[in-house]
């Protein structure tokens, strides 16, 4: 009898200690997975509290991230969201089955501003985002949008995280994102430029597909040549004109020869309605165009007369995009974002230039409605950030000319 209590005893402990081993290893998963959050946690948080005060991560951490979620949720929920999204994807399948993507050159057809009225090779650099699903296209172009402006930032030597968080929120920025717009893209273009200048193909390949893109860019090339990079401006010319011929010829050219009146007649409808100093003269036509001719040329001027003297290529790249926004006839509130650029090459770290963007929001929509005080009050922060960015390079130029000048008084001197 004993022996056999003893048995049945020894048998339940082995029944008991089997089970609490199944049960510890059911658990330890848990347990380390717990382990790992807890470790990656404590860590975030010390790399948090490393970066500033509790105000600093509040203000340039938490309220964009909140901001850029509501965005993206607004964007995939709301209707009328990624309205440049439907226009970009219908063309891009339609040139990838080598139909054109234009509609007549006529102004009942483009009132409605939703119509694709780039270059071919525009479509086709877009084409896939026309092969996934929808709702994975729209997540990928909200998200490439978010991390094509933080990137250009980063290409323009900005290490202040706190500049990140300005520039994501300000109002250029966000309207790039709620409308899907390729402004981030172009962002990232113009910084690859300048961070690769030195590099001649890279840098006249990106500075080319960048305004091939986007015609109103075309001051980069411009500075690539006043600049004195000669293969880097042949290298502009000869993709810029690759990409055209090779995209009009997978359409069969269709549309070719009415593109330029359809550019015509589209910058007609849209000056008026946009934020550029032609459209707050409120000029006719004929008016409007040679005030555009004129504008024109006093950027090729003023890039030309920037290249000049010390510190001569980065006064001139900044003087080219702004010259960019303030040429084109037709200046719309997310092409505001590319101010960013003087911003971060003359204020690497954050001042009171970075939150000039932020004021914009005042006049959150995309058009100006023709409204005088909204396109006066974009111009001037356009004038603003111009000044206060290449103001501190022109004192820099007097100091450095007012340097070398008493280097050679005092060499005559002795």
């Not at 219908?90 to 009942?108: E, I, M, N, Q, R």
């Not at 086709?124 to 699903?133: G, N, Q, T």
Request: some cysteine; aromatic content about 10%.
């Amino acid at each position: 009898m004993l022996g056999g209590s003893l048995q049945s005893c020894l048998t339940t402990s082995a029944e008991g200690l089997e089970g609490a081993i199944r049960w510890s290893s059911a658990r330890r998963p848990a347990r380390l997975l717990n382990t790992f959050v807890k470790r990656i946690g404590d860590r975030l948080g010390e790399r948090l509290r490393g970066l500033g005060q509790p105000w600093e991560i509040v203000c340039f951490v938490w309220v964009p991230t909140v901001v850029l979620g509501f965005g993206l949720w607004y964007a995939l929920r709301a209707k009328n969201a990624l309205g440049d999204f439907p226009i970009f994807r219908a063309a891009s399948k339609a040139v990838l089955h080598g139909h054109s993507p234009y509609v007549a050159a006529d102004p009942s057809a483009l009132a409605n501003f939703d119509k694709f009225v780039y270059p071919p090779a525009a479509a086709f650099l877009l084409s896939p985002l026309a092969i996934v699903p929808v709702g994975l296209a729209k997540i990928l172009v909200f998200a490439l949008g978010v991390a094509t402006a933080l990137l250009a930032l980063r290409l323009l030597g900005v290490r202040d995280w706190r500049c990140y968080g300005v520039a994501a929120v300000s109002a250029p920025v966000m309207n790039s994102l709620a409308i899907g717009a390729l402004t981030s893209f172009l962002l990232l273009g113009a910084a690859l430029t300048w961070r690769y200048r030195d590099r001649p193909m890279l840098a006249g390949s990106v500075a080319s597909v960048t305004s091939v893109v986007k015609l109103f860019l075309w001051p980069l090339g411009l500075w690539l040549l006043v600049t004195r990079r000669v293969r880097a401006t042949a290298a502009f010319c000869v993709v810029g004109v690759v990409a055209v011929v090779a995209g009009w010829a997978a359409i069969g050219f269709a549309g070719f020869r009415t593109y330029p009146h359809l550019l015509r007649v589209l910058s007609h409808l849209e000056t008026g309605v946009s934020y550029s100093p032609v459209a707050l003269l409120q000029l006719s036509s004929s008016v409007a165009a040679a005030v555009s001719a004129v504008l024109v040329i006093t950027v090729v001027l003023a890039v030309a007369l920037a290249a000049r003297g010390a510190d001569g290529d980065r006064r001139s790249f900044a003087v080219a995009v702004i010259g960019s926004l303030v040429a084109t006839p037709v200046l719309w509130l997310h092409y505001f974002a590319l101010l960013l650029i003087p911003i971060a090459l003359y204020r690497p770290r954050l001042s009171g230039l970075w939150f000039a963007p932020l004021v914009l929001w005042v006049t959150p929509e995309t058009h100006s409605g023709g409204s005088v005080w909204r396109i006066a009050l974009a111009l001037a922060i356009l004038a603003f950030v111009a000044a206060r960015s290449l103001g501190g390079s022109v004192r820099v130029r007097a100091v450095d000319r007012s340097r070398r000048l008493g280097a050679v008084a005092a060499a005559g001197r002795r």
